[in-house]
């Protein structure tokens, strides 16, 4: 793999939001062709993002029942 395209990995890891330890962990598999690593690696992280969007979700739609609450209340609805 050529330096750029090295780079270009490394910077996607981080903009994904990857921790260092598991930048290591990847580059690790992926210098050891370990394709199977590397997709279990950025699966489990696809996953915890994807559980912390929700938990954000859960938290909006509290926030909107409760606004909605006191709008209507308030006759502002």
């Given amino acids: ?8 990995l ?4 981080e903009d994904a939001g990857c921790c260092e330890k598991m930048i290591c962990d990847f580059m690790e598999n992926f210098d050891g062709q370990d394709i199977d690593g590397q997709i279990a ?7 915890t993002l994807l559980d912390n969007v929700h938990s954000e979700e859960r ?8 606004l909605y609450q006191i709008k209507k209340e308030y006759g502002v609805i």
């Fill in 59 to 66: 938290k909006i739609s509290c926030l909107d029942y409760l």
């Fill in 41 to 47: 690696l950025l699966e489990l992280h696809r996953k």
């Fill in 1 to 8: 793999m050529k330096q750029d395209s090295r780079k270009e």
């Fill in 10 to 13: 490394l910077q996607n890891l």
